[in-house]
């Protein structure tokens, strides 16, 4: 399962930027040495046979050594970029949860994994969305390129104004909706197999390392 | 062992970038729908017990259906880019290989597989050293950035005019040897594990696809 899933990544790298993976039992991330990945993340999701039944703050309980941890990077490290570049985010200056949808658009399966793609989107001023895409390409680690911008129908997403995750977003007439690949797609894959047991972070709670974004900018 | 080499690659994606895994017996790959790995190379080099025993132009004989493949991305697509861009390869003008050198800095284990990074060099201008790591920059499929530019014996390299594989080029005093990671570090790499059966291609005869250059470059 862990061969498929590390597989299913590699054939995803836009929703499943893979920035390490732990081996059966492995605790410390190279990427934060000196960390716990067992407690040092700010919150945790417990799955059994595919459901949600606890939200922990850490899981040192709940450890078995055949578990495999996938690290993958999340589009917040571009946000930086987007906003130094001078291109407001406005889930940022509302503080609110970025929108999230599940699109039409297939990932490629492998092995139990399988399922649609899920998206992040921001609205971007029309005069800003080239550089927006340039932007973000250089974070291939982070999500990437947008997937997707313009017509949300064209990707299956029916009304912006009801995400699936996150919050909404006002979109207005000089803007575009702006779709990259989400980091909820593997979770919410790997959900749908309905493993035995399965650990992920909660949505907003993220491993924070002191990697810099630049780390992950490939140019 | 699959499990593991897909491991070692993705922690060592300059040496092995890959683009593609093909799961146990699967042949055609869908870089090149239609194509079968089996007898689409133009030369393969068959392994036993870490031994090169033979070279064949197609191992269809020598199928096994637990055979798992995996497709890395090759320099030679940054090549083009390069010459594009006005720099000049002098192994493409002479008509040799690439020179290829096994270095000290080390890759990251994983599983079974360890060892030191093998890389190519290409003597470079000195006023197009920049250019070279910004064109390669796009390229993290084909190998991406230099991992090291200038002095040699920094990462182990004793004589430029002696590698270990391919051929040597004159590096004239105008010009900086530049290197990338090589593809020939994961063969090596598990050359030294001496798996029961293994099966590669042959130096200098890849697997060749319709896909486009382009298509490899994140921006």
Redesign the interface.
Known sequence: M??DF??FC??NPKPCP?L??L?AGKTEP?LAPGSDIRSDLPRYRIYREGEWTEEVTNIRDHWQDNLVTFLLGCSFTFEQALLESGISLRHVSEGSNVSMYVTNIPT?A??AFSGPMVVSMRPIHMDQVVRAV?VT??F?GAH??PIHLGDPAAIGIKNLGKPDFGDPVEIRNDEVPVFWACGVTPQAVAQTCRPPFMVTHSPGHMFITDARDADLA??
């Open positions: 862990a061969f590390l597989l590699q054939r893979l390490e993976v081996e190279s490629n492998a092995g340039q390409s250089r291939p990437g390129a490939v140019i």
